[in-house]
């Protein structure tokens, strides 16, 4: 398990992986699991709280069912990579247009195809820009749309990271593209214009580099320094590239085009457009208070003031610009005193927060919205998580009656304290709560069998799931195996 599991709010605390294989093989009949007693639904009201029969002990462990392949590849061919795909393939075919001296827009304007594609992927990935298409589409398509199309929508801001890789790969093909065509009649260009297209090149390359999936899942902090930086010394060659490029005249060989031209040029309004999208979330970064409680060994619970709506993360660090982590808010609303996150112990830095508790710590004001943020479309839903995926998940099911939480851990009171305990407790009904603490029942659920179970009797549209990545690939793939709508936890791709 890597560090970067407890920000993600995917570490489980002692917690055996779930194996839907495990369970699929149960027969789906009422008597088998009492959940609890449904009502009629149909007015999309809340029900009535009752009392709810307690999930029955773990099963014996039966053989393991191979998943089909048909699940395995729609499943692994999601949103996050049609997206990828349709950038890619769009940009590689105008870069093969451009190589055959097919599109002279390309061949006239290069650096505009350059930056208007790093300015893509940089505006998709910016938590303002996140936050306001959210907020477009729960407030404009909540409840009222056609279920595939809320789905739809779902997917649709959850995987826009495809977006945003494809822009930057590209992004990088077409300067790689632009820097060889410029060395090719290197005789018309100033040395001090070849030397910096190869430095923003290269400086561009190493930052794509270091957001690759491997580096940015095993490597967490490589990831954030190194991305980071790299990125900001690119925007800063950019800046020197653009302004030389276009500021040089090929024609006499000298610096003439100044001031007025150089404004008047696409590729100065795209790097001016690509520097706010990358400053403006640093100005809402703040060193704010901060009570850290410590229920047990393995678990921090930090409290922040003011609270929140459902469905957001928060990014904290000990410092003002390295090595931010993300973390599911948990509130009772926007009218609440505090917001809190809860920090499974397993990197250096939540270990950090046990070890020596920090007084303030440096956070964006400004949260950006999860795939939780989302839940406003639907009628009826499910939230399912394990261990400190409950982060992440909790204030969907405390802001609003419509919304039934499963939650999987060990040890639960004990580990989370009573804090979080009671937050549970006081807001969400035993009619729509399900916790299984493996320690006391003696091992894992049936989990595909009760989450079944759930979906048909709460008449839910849609399940949202927050595990590890083996909890979260057996969910998902049982779930779409059974047909049941569900969006797990996304590790960038």
């Known amino acids: 398990m890597s560090a970067s599991d407890a920000e993600k709010g995917t570490l489980d605390i002692h917690s055996p992986q779930l194996r839907v294989a495990d369970f ?68 590689f075919i105008g870069i093969g247009f451009a190589i055959a001296g097919k599109w002279p827009y390309a061949a006239r304007y290069p650096g505009a195809l350059v930056l208007g594609n790093l300015n893509v992927a940089i505006l998709v990935r910016n938590e303002i820009f996140g936050r306001c298409l959210y907020l477009f589409v729960n407030t404009l398509f909540a409840k009222w749309t056609p279920l595939w199309f809320r789905l739809a929508c779902t997917s649709t801001l959850q995987h826009l990271g495809g977006i945003h890789s494809g822009c930057a790969i590209s992004g990088v093909a077409w300067i790689v593209l632009m820097v060889v065509h410029q060395f090719k009649t290197k005789y018309t260009f100033n040395d001090s214009i070849l030397a910096f297209g190869v430095i923003t090149s290269v400086m561009l390359f190493a930052t794509l580099c270091a957001g690759l999936p491997w ?29 030389v490029t276009n500021a040089y005249d090929t024609a006499d060989g000298k610096f003439d085009h100044v001031g007025r031209y150089v404004v008047q040029q696409q590729a100065f309004w795209y790097t001016v457009g690509m520097s706010i999208f990358i ?15 410590l229920p047990s060994p393995k678990v921090a619970v930090l409290r922040f003031e003011r609270g929140m709506q459902q469905g957001l993360l928060a990014r904290i660090s000990r410092s003002a610009v390295k090595e931010y982590h993300a973390f599911g808010i948990i509130s009772e609303g926007t009218h609440a005193k505090h917001h809190y996150l809860i920090c499974g112990v397993q990197g250096d830095f939540t270990k950090g927060l046990v070890n020596d508790p920090p007084k303030k710590i440096w956070t964006r004001e400004l949260k950006f919205a999860g795939v939780s943020n989302t839940s406003t479309l639907y009628k009826r839903g499910i939230r399912i998580c394990t261990g400190t995926g409950l982060g992440a998940a909790l204030s969907t099911c405390i802001q609003s009656p419509y919304w039934y939480l499963i939650w999987i851990g060990s040890d639960q009171e004990k580990t989370f304290g009573p804090t979080i305990s009671g937050l549970i407790h006081r807001h969400i009904g035993p009619e729509r709560l399900l916790l299984w603490d493996s320690k006391v029942r003696g091992g894992r659920p049936p989990t595909m069998k009760i989450l079944k179970e759930v979906y048909d009797q709460w008449q839910a549209e849609v399940v949202f799931i927050t595990s590890n990545y083996v909890g979260n690939f057996e969910i998902q793939h049982g779930c779409k195996e059974a047909g049941i709508p569900a969006f797990g936890t996304l590790w960038d791709f």
């Open 279 to 293: 400053v403006l979330p640093w100005i809402c970064t703040r060193h704010v208070d901060v009570d850290v409680e």
């Open 24 to 91: 699929v093989k149960h027969k789906k009949k009422a008597a088998d699991i009492e959940v609890f007693d449904a009502q009629s639904l149909e007015k999309d009201v809340p029900v009535t709280p009752q009392d709810v029969a307690k999930p029955p002990p773990a099963p014996a462990k039966s053989a393991k069912k191979s998943t089909p392949l048909w699940v395995l590849w729609v499943i692994w061919y999601n949103a996050y990579r049609r997206f990828f795909t349709i950038v890619f393939v769009v940009n």
């Open 215 to 243: 580096v940015r899942n095993t490597h967490h902090n490589v990831f954030e320094l190194n991305h980071r930086f790299f990125g900001w010394t690119s925007l800063c060659m950019t800046w020197v590239y653009t302004i």
